[in-house]
DNA sequence: TTGTAGGCGTTATCAT
DNA sequence: ATGATAACGCCTACAA
């Protein structure tokens, strides 16, 4: 029903391969004229390629898959969700779209592996990745072009961009070391999290920079929550005094208003009597009472980022690129000077 | 490179076209043992069909395109985000992918244009639909196919399935009412907002069912952010002192955490000196305090009803059909009895 | 500089 | 019940 090729090519009284020609630029092969006259019966007609023709010659779709797991939604987790934003948008810089899908969490192979034997996308950008990442295994096992925002096992050879947690919690605790506090406590997930522990990496470094010993009793781990973000605060709080910390950097902003909503509780005041510091930057954050002071994920560098590897990827450059880009520090209303030690 | 159904025919003896009958279940024509002759035959050479080529060949695509504006990403509005995730799942049921983009706010049409005339897609799903929206009339005009997650003006013929935002801001003023208030005040959008005017008709609904007339002052109009949400609360509270309100109910989540910031500025206990109900849900929501009641966007109902809509249009029923879900009320800790008139 | 023609991998029509 | 074969719309040797 729409032009095709050959209605342009009668119309402008030549054949299709010189609308093609004209149509991909072909260098210097097309005079003047003809291409004038392609060009306006393209005009007159409103011609457009069908671009499943396009990749059906050309072998490629153009498309490049992105997916959420599809465990349950109910705590806050922006991240993922402006994620697919911010790439889509940097996509379309380059020519791509976009094509996404969702996956079991515990068993996310298959629609993978689906989407790959349809040749359905050219590549896939792979996001929340954990150690050992079933789905990153399999891509490099397979040859695909993928890109992965985020680190699985260290030394796994493949292209990736990551937030710098060390760096960033680091930046957090220089900032809670320049207000004066001294016994800042860090709550973390499981040992699982490989971000987890890159985060804890920031907070001792930065710690032993300022000679300060790290207390075993002020990191614990917990699992992402805000319940357990109260119970953790608690866990501190009932340290014996000389031990109890005047700062709390989290994991995450949830575990941070978890600990905010814990301090509420017992009566202290956030920024004052203890400061909080929160990871991630949800969109809500800056909201709470007080507004927490955090490290914001730098989504729309990490997706130009991802998007300029692929590019690479999908020319067939063969070397592996890792690149970390650091979160900034949001210094709100949560952190203030050290109390003076009663 | 990968397996072609050439390649399977000739592993199996038979011709593509037998080989194609196979794969589609052509009702009673291939005899049991050339089918399972094919099918071993798919099998040992691990061949799925190319689904670039079978998109040319039936002229579509499978691929249904949404859209994101590229407005600032400053304020909470994970609505749209989780939508896409529910929309994702929901349209994998039926063997559609979607493909996402976005559009500049102040001309959207360029882009939904293009994706037509390649015919990269075979629908749209609208979202973020606003009065007069561009993009639907373009999208009638053009008679392409699209279901909208939204309103536009009243009276257009297409289809769509929207939140029932007067059904929802109605229960929390019926919430409120039960509560003991009689003194409820609302904060909307502006007027050019269709479905902030459909929550003052929700409000202005309840009031009226109960017998109350509705004090023009406690209307006020204003645009979504937060700290528009605090000044709204101060006006309101600037009103004599019998005049002001025990209860607000605002047209979203972030205006609702703003009246609760400038309420605390104030010394008000929310949830008993006042009650504040919001709209929307947003993640955090829960987890401010005192967590906020508030309506929950019915965003996976809507995914799937959305989506069930689609499969008729691209069946090529025609007849329109316009559907509200009842967003559901979520009474938490910011909503309470009303004071005792002092 | 332009045209001819083959092929990308399917599906569908028409024979047999 | 199965097989030839012609599209689908485009790109690209190769020829002219």
């Given at each position: 029903m729409p032009p095709t090729m050959k209605d342009v090519a009668r119309e402008a009284?030549?054949?299709?391969?010189?609308?093609?020609?004209?149509?991909?630029?072909?260098?210097?092969?097309?005079?003047?004229?003809?291409?004038?006259?392609?060009?306006?019966?393209?005009?007159?007609?409103?011609?457009?390629?069908n671009i499943t023709a396009q990749n059906l010659r050309q072998q490629r779709t153009r498309l490049i898959g992105f997916a959420w797991s599809e465990k349950p939604r109910d705590h806050p987790n922006a991240i993922l969700d402006n994620f697919a934003y911010y790439l889509t948008r940097a996509a379309a810089e380059i020519g791509l779209r976009i094509l996404t899908f969702t996956y079991p969490e515990n068993d996310p192979i298959p629609v993978y592996a689906d989407l790959v034997r349809t040749r359905r996308v050219d590549a896939f950008v792979?996001?929340?990745?954990?150690?050992?990442?079933?789905?990153?295994?399999?891509?490099?096992?397979?040859?695909?072009?993928?890109?992965?925002?985020?680190?699985?096992?260290?030394?796994?050879?493949?292209?990736?961009?990551?937030?710098?947690?060390r760096a960033g919690?680091?930046?957090?605790?220089?900032?809670?070391?320049?207000?004066?506090?001294?016994?800042?406590?860090?709550?973390?997930?499981?040992?699982?999290?490989?971000?987890?522990?890159?985060?804890?990496?920031?907070?001792?470094l930065a710690l032993e920079r300022a000679g300060i010993a790290v207390n075993p009793r002020h990191l614990v781990r917990t699992v992402h929550s805000e319940q357990n973000g109260r119970e953790a605060f608690a866990a501190?709080?009932?340290?014996?005094?000389?031990?109890?910390?005047?700062?709390?950097?989290?994991?995450?902003?949830?575990?941070?208003?978890?600990?905010?909503?814990?301090?509420?509780?017992?009566?202290?005041?956030?920024?004052?009597?203890?400061?909080?510091?929160?990871?991630?930057?949800?969109?809500?954050?800056?909201?709470?009472?007080p507004a927490l002071t955090t490290l914001a994920q730098p989504l729309p560098a990490i997706a130009d980022e991802v998007i300029a590897l692929l590019d690479r990827v999908l020319i067939g450059v063969t070397d592996v690129t890792q690149h970390l880009v650091a979160p900034p520090l949001i210094v709100r209303a949560s952190t203030g000077p050290a109390p003076v030690t009663a």
């Open positions: 009284g030549v054949s299709t391969a010189t609308v093609s020609y004209v149509l991909n630029d072909k260098p210097d092969s097309i005079s003047e004229e003809t291409r004038a006259r392609v060009l306006s019966a393209v005009a007159r007609l409103g011609y457009t390629r792979v996001a929340d990745t954990k150690p050992d990442d079933e789905r990153i295994r399999f891509l490099i096992d397979s040859g695909f072009p993928f890109v992965a925002f985020g680190r699985s096992t260290p030394g796994w050879a493949y292209n990736w961009v990551d937030t710098d947690s919690v680091a930046a957090a605790v220089d900032h809670l070391l320049a207000l004066g506090h001294e016994r800042i406590a860090m709550i973390a997930w499981p040992e699982s999290s490989l971000s987890g522990n890159y985060r804890i990496e920031g907070y001792r501190l709080w009932a340290l014996p005094a000389h031990e109890r910390p005047t700062a709390i950097v989290a994991v995450s902003d949830l575990l941070a208003i978890g600990v905010i909503n814990g301090a509420r509780e017992h009566g202290l005041r956030i920024g004052a009597d203890l400061s909080v510091v929160g990871f991630d930057d949800e969109p809500m954050s800056q909201y709470v009472h």
